[in-house]
């Protein structure tokens, strides 16, 4: 007799489940908690939960429980809470009928009824009933009112009784689901609810999509993980009698045990695989299909076992519900397996009374656990699938979902089928905001449809039209190679076979201009933008108008990037007049970013920031999200420029939160926030949020995020660490400018560290000519770039004058002189286009930065001086770190013009930041020079124990020595005067009883004297 965990107490969780039971006890007093419950595949995550809501039955709470599914690629959106929708609309008690009564709209839209749309009336360009989409909507137009709408509903019932809501497997929900979920952990506050949302951690591959939502999980506070790890060898033991109530022999027990490793399915499975007195499974049982969907291979061994161990009628009714998914319908699985009743009654029968099949109360039966669906989905022939999936297709005609019908037509090789239920798959996706699961069914409609003769009869829409619907769809989800590959080809098809309405042509042009906009193709965007207003020509329509309107806002946008302000200026402010007259809200808002970024190019230009909150109200209003973060990624930019540092960050941090409620955290100017979010993070000090976003984007972002992984390399480089991977994966995608930009910074700091100037110009010449290749050659950046090289120079100047190499010096100073030119004429160049001296107070640093590097190469203390402390001035702003390494430089300014007390008053604050920063390289740096100049600045003492009797200034001397310093040299690094320096090396020599410098240096490396 084999029973299953279902039916045994629950064994080695009790920690798991007290905490989980603390947890809702905190959230039925008004503490709301979302746990995160991970585990491998069969650990124990669905007997854990099931023990959970058999204890929340009997408790005063309302129990939601919804169901994630593996459909393959192709997703249903919101699966799990249509499943809860839909039990709740069955709910016994007045008090949830009546609520649910109360929101007819919510479970119309969930049901798929017609003309129930939240976003009624939203010129949103994913409406499926939109005959003609003539302009971009916003992504996530009405997602918003749908999460609104469900959240509300969700507090509701929390007011009647406190809620606990469980979403199931995870790790195969949709990215729909996934975005409405996080929007409502987003909005827990006192609510007395509590989610809890499983996952399989071994199915989380390196690219699966649940690892970026997983990651910004982490970030929020009310939300926990819990991980089931493996259970140990005494649970297990006891877990595996309990299943065999008959008795196993020692030796049988251990080795299930130690198959299984910890994992009760894998342990249940062994237990009932080997029937009673048969144990010959353990030297492995032959397979049919090793290694089944997935499956480990000697697991799947042994699921294939016990199902091969079923009468052939059971194993064919357990292949047959294997197509259908995770469950399946008991009319559908009759008529898809067409036995006679009684033999499907008595096979049924037979697989539920081995446990490989559950009956549910709602007449479904499904399979106990997904790895038994996976390895007999597996073991089918290929003949047998596709001859299955058609009469699974056939007997869903009528009842099925477009996802499923789309599936089961592919699967069975009906491609005209698959490509019609995947256009209406896609246009449910779109009802219910589900950008990328609307993007997974078109671009399978595109590949069937070269198949499929009769395709555009069939969904009444052009090829054309459905490649740019996907290129929207795949902007939405933040997938710009992908966006930009199909609004080509749809230029392609629509240049092969030309189309009579001339607005088709404008949408595609505009269309891919904006694509390459976004990804920083500002030359063959304007190629693109210029073409589509050719077509419409200088005058709108009232017909026209929006597309007009939007082709406008598009062009005046990809001018402005080609620096042709003066066409920007014109085109926006005529497109402007079109938008307020027509109503065009969300071009409006667009047409209002760009204008207030071509008035800073005028010397009349004011009232920036008010055009950007305007903007941002008009596109919050319209509910076009894109522009939304457009709007606020240049509020944050302008609030920096201003030396509102916190302001900035501020705007950047509620612009995250944003785009991650409304579903787009990495759509194209969402990114750019992120990116941006790093960039004055770092700046600011919080170095901790830089680190969360970095790490999450390097482990989990989409290729859109590079430059975002790319900028975390300030912070390792500032702090000391090895970013050498970091720097090699940049170095590989450094065509595109900022990422030539980062590279170029990141490499110079890393010739400075290693006293390379040749490097150094190499890191620097190259960043110039890779942007320069794409962008205007007076980009801002480029000021840093030769700041950081002039430092490079100065430090090998400085060490030229040491050894009195005054040759050296020149020549150094030569091969800097024209990257000087090259920055004086940017920064010329720069504020005549601006019409002010200012260039922002980032900028205006780095300007005075420069200067100061410029003053070392002339050895002028005085100069030095002034120049470094307009530098710690000028990165006063909020620019902690580089303020610190520019009061690390006044200070040895200061010490050569003999102004110790100052000098000790700056290297104090040096080292302060710098520690609190946990900058290695700079704390070092500071501490050197503190040894040297014998300054206080509040460092931890430590004397050195090494038998000599060394005086710590003889240490410093000997640590220079083993350097190869001349005595001149020595007292140079360390402020004293030569003859001083030969007396300290004298010293040395007599306490290592060393003959001359060289045996005083050896002795000193065997002792083990010398500094790293």
């Given at each position: 007799m084999v029973r299953t965990s279902s039916q045994i107490p629950l064994l080695g969780r009790a920690r798991e489940l007290e905490r989980l039971l603390a947890v809702v006890g905190s959230s039925r007093a008004g503490e709301p908690s979302t746990i995160l419950l991970a585990g491998d595949a069969g650990v124990g995550k669905t007997r854990l939960l099931r023990e959970l809501g058999d204890w929340a039955a009997g408790e005063d709470l309302i129990l939601l429980v919804g169901h994630c599914v593996d459909l393959g690629e192709l997703g249903l959106p919101y699966l799990p809470f249509t499943e809860i929708l839909g039990a709740l609309t069955h709910d016994p008690d007045p008090?949830?009928?009546?609520?649910?009564?109360?929101?007819?709209?919510?479970?119309?839209?969930?049901?798929?009824?017609?003309?129930?749309?939240?976003?009624?009336?939203?010129?949103?360009?994913?409406?499926?009933?939109?005959?003609?989409?003539?302009?971009?909507?916003?992504?996530?137009?009405?997602?918003?009112?749908?999460?609104?709408?469900?959240?509300?509903?969700?507090?509701?019932?929390?007011?009647?009784?406190?809620?606990?809501?469980?979403?199931?497997?995870?790790?195969?929900?949709?990215?729909?689901?996934?975005?409405?979920?996080?929007?409502?952990?987003?909005?827990?506050?006192?609510?007395?609810?509590?989610?809890?949302?499983?996952?399989?951690?071994?199915?989380?591959?390196?690219?699966?999509?649940?690892?970026?939502?997983?990651?910004?999980?982490?970030?929020?506070?009310?939300?926990?993980?819990?991980?089931?790890?493996?259970?140990?060898?005494?649970d297990m033991a006891a877990l595996v009698r309990a299943v065999r109530p008959d008795r196993l022999s020692d030796a049988v027990l251990r080795r299930i045990v130690e198959r299984a490793e910890g994992n009760p399915f894998y342990a249940e499975e062994l237990a009932a695989a080997g029937g009673s007195g048969d144990f010959g499974f353990y030297a492995g049982v032959a397979s049919a299909a090793g290694g089944a969907g997935g499956v480990p291979d000697g697991l799947s061994d042994i699921l294939l076992a016990r199902l091969e161990a079923l009468p052939t009628d059971a194993q064919h009714v357990v292949r047959v519900a294997a197509i259908a998914g995770r469950s399946v319908a008991h009319e559908v699985l009759a008529a898809v397996a067409g036995l006679p009743s009684p033999a499907l009654d008595a096979a049924i029968r037979e697989a539920v009374n081995r446990y490989i099949l559950v009956a549910e109360d709602d007449g479904k039966y499904q399979f106990r656990h997904?790895?038994?669906?996976?390895?007999?989905?597996?073991?089918?022939?290929?003949?047998?699938?596709?001859?299955?999936?058609?009469?699974?297709?056939?007997?869903?005609?009528?009842?099925?979902?477009?996802?499923?019908?789309?599936?089961?037509?592919?699967?069975?090789?009906d491609l005209a089928g698959a490509l019609g239920a995947s256009w209406q798959a896609a246009r449910d996706a779109a009802r219910l905001r589900g950008p990328v699961e609307q993007l997974q069914h078109l671009e399978r409609l595109l590949s069937l449809w070269p198949s499929v003769p009769d395709a555009a009869q069939r969904i009444g829409r052009s090829y054309v039209d459905a490649a740019l619907e996907a290129s929207d769809a795949a902007s939405d989800a933040g997938e710009r190679t992908r966006s930009i590959k199909l609004a080509r080809l749809a230029l392609e098809r629509l240049e092969a076979d030309p189309s009579p309405d001339p607005g088709l042509a404008v949408r595609v042009q505009y269309t891919l201009g904006q694509t390459l906009l976004n990804a920083d193709r500002d030359a063959e965007a304007y190629v693109h933008t210029s073409a589509a207003m050719d077509v419409l020509g200088p005058e709108s329509t009232p017909q026209n108008a929006r597309t007009w309107a939007w082709a406008a806002a598009i062009h005046m946008r990809s001018s402005f990037f080609n620096g042709k302000y003066e066409e920007s200026k014109s085109i926006g402010e005529a497109a402007l007049a079109v938008a307020e007259k027509y109503g065009v809200d969300d071009a409006r808002a667009d047409l209002l970013i760009t204008i207030a970024r071509v008035y800073e190019k005028h010397p009349e230009g004011s009232g920036s920031v008010d055009r950007l909150a305007r903007a941002l109200e008009l596109a919050r209003s319209s509910g076009d999200i894109g522009t939304e973060m457009r709007a606020t990624y240049n509020l944050a930019v302008a609030a920096f420029n201003s030396g509102d540092l916190t302001e900035a960050v501020r705007v950047l941090k509620a612009g995250n939160r944003r785009a991650v409620e409304t579903g787009v955290p990495y759509g194209a100017y969402a990114t750019e926030t992120l990116f941006y979010t790093v960039h004055a993070c770092f700046i600011a000090g919080d170095w901790a949020t830089v680190r969360s976003i970095v790490d999450a984007c390097r482990?989990?972002?989409?290729?859109?995020?590079?430059?975002?992984?790319?900028?975390?390399?300030?912070?390792?480089?500032?702090?000391?660490?090895?970013?050498?991977?970091?720097?090699?994966?940049?170095?590989?995608?450094?065509?595109?400018?900022?990422?030539?930009?980062?590279?170029?910074?990141?490499?110079?700091?890393?010739?400075?560290?290693?006293?390379?100037?040749?490097?150094?110009?190499?890191?620097?010449?190259?960043?110039?000519?890779?942007?320069?290749?794409?962008?205007?050659?007076?980009?801002?950046?480029?000021?840093?770039?030769?700041?950081?090289?002039?430092?490079?120079?100065?430090?090998?100047?400085?060490?030229?004058?040491?050894?009195?190499?005054?040759?050296?010096?020149?020549?150094?100073?030569?091969?800097?002189?024209?990257?000087?030119?090259?920055?004086?004429?940017?920064?010329?160049?720069?504020?005549?286009?601006?019409?002010?001296?200012?260039?922002?107070?980032?900028?205006?640093?780095?300007?005075?930065?420069?200067?100061?590097?410029?003053?070392?190469?002339?050895?002028?203390?005085?100069?030095?001086?002034?120049?470094?402390?307009?530098?710690?001035?000028?990165?006063?702003?909020?620019?902690?770190?580089?303020?610190?390494?520019?009061?690390?430089?006044?200070?040895?300014?200061?010490?050569?013009?003999?102004?110790?007390?100052?000098?000790?008053?700056?290297?104090?604050?040096?080292?302060?930041?710098?520690?609190?920063?946990?900058?290695?390289?700079?704390?070092?740096?500071?501490?050197?020079?503190?040894?040297?100049?014998?300054?206080?600045?509040?460092?931890?003492?430590?004397?050195?124990?090494?038998?000599?009797?060394?005086?710590?200034?003889?240490?410093?001397?000997?640590?220079?020595?083993?350097?190869?310093?001349?005595?001149?040299?020595?007292?140079?690094?360390?402020?004293?005067?030569?003859?001083?320096?030969?007396?300290?090396?004298?010293?040395?020599?007599?306490?290592?009883?060393?003959?001359?410098?060289?045996?005083?240096?050896?002795?000193?490396?065997?002792?083990?004297?010398?500094?790293?």
């Open positions: 008090g949830v009928a009546e609520m649910m009564a109360a929101h007819p709209g919510v479970v119309s839209l969930f049901s798929g009824e017609p003309g129930q749309s939240l976003a009624t009336g939203s010129p949103g360009r994913t409406d499926p009933d939109l005959p003609d989409r003539v302009a971009p909507a916003p992504a996530g137009s009405g997602q918003r009112q749908l999460f609104e709408a469900i959240a509300t509903l969700l507090f509701e019932l929390a007011d009647l009784r406190p809620v606990l809501l469980v979403i199931e497997d995870l790790h195969w929900a949709d990215q729909s689901t996934r975005d409405l979920l996080r929007f409502l952990i987003s909005r827990l506050t006192d609510q007395p609810v509590m989610i809890i949302a499983s996952y399989r951690t071994d199915d989380l591959h390196r690219r699966h999509p649940l690892r970026p939502w997983l990651a910004e999980m982490a970030r929020v506070e009310i939300v926990d993980r819990l991980v089931l790890a493996p259970l140990d060898d005494p997904a790895l038994l669906r996976e390895s007999a989905y597996g073991d089918l022939l290929p003949g047998e699938r596709v001859r299955l999936h058609a009469a699974f297709a056939e007997q869903l005609a009528d009842t099925g979902s477009a996802a499923e019908l789309a599936l089961h037509y592919r699967e069975s090789n482990a989990y972002g989409p290729e859109s995020t590079r430059h975002v992984v790319a900028a975390g390399m300030y912070r390792g480089v500032a702090r000391g660490e090895d970013v050498s991977a970091d720097l090699a994966e940049a170095r590989r995608w450094s065509e595109l400018p900022i990422l030539a930009i980062i590279v170029g910074i990141v490499s110079a700091e890393l010739a400075i560290a290693a006293g390379s100037p040749a490097d150094a110009r190499t890191a620097v010449t190259d960043a110039i000519e890779r942007v320069t290749a794409l962008w205007d050659t007076t980009f801002m950046a480029k000021i840093r770039l030769i700041a950081l090289l002039t430092c490079a120079y100065a430090d090998q100047v400085e060490r030229l004058r040491m050894v009195r190499d005054a040759a050296g010096v020149t020549s150094a100073r030569a091969e800097v002189q024209p990257f000087l030119d090259d920055a004086a004429e940017v920064i010329s160049s720069c504020r005549a286009e601006r019409g002010s001296d200012s260039l922002g107070v980032e900028a205006d640093a780095w300007v005075l930065r420069l200067a100061a590097e410029s003053s070392r190469l002339d050895d002028n203390g005085a100069d030095a001086v002034r120049a470094w402390r307009a530098a710690v001035h000028g990165f006063g702003y909020g620019d902690r770190y580089e303020q610190a390494r520019s009061r690390l430089r006044l200070a040895e300014a200061l010490i050569a013009t003999d102004q110790r007390p100052e000098a000790q008053a700056e290297a104090r604050l040096a080292y302060a930041v710098a520690r609190e920063l946990g900058a290695a390289p700079l704390v070092a740096a500071v501490e050197s020079l503190a040894r040297r100049a014998r300054l206080d600045i509040g460092a931890p003492t430590s004397a050195r124990s090494d038998g000599a009797g060394l005086t710590r200034r003889e240490q410093e001397v000997l640590d220079l020595l083993a350097r190869g310093r001349t005595n001149r040299q020595i007292g140079k690094e360390l402020f004293i005067s030569e003859k001083t320096a030969s007396v300290h090396v004298s010293n040395i020599l007599g306490k290592l009883h060393a003959s001359g410098r060289t045996e005083a240096v050896t002795i000193a490396h065997h002792r083990g004297l010398i500094s790293a």
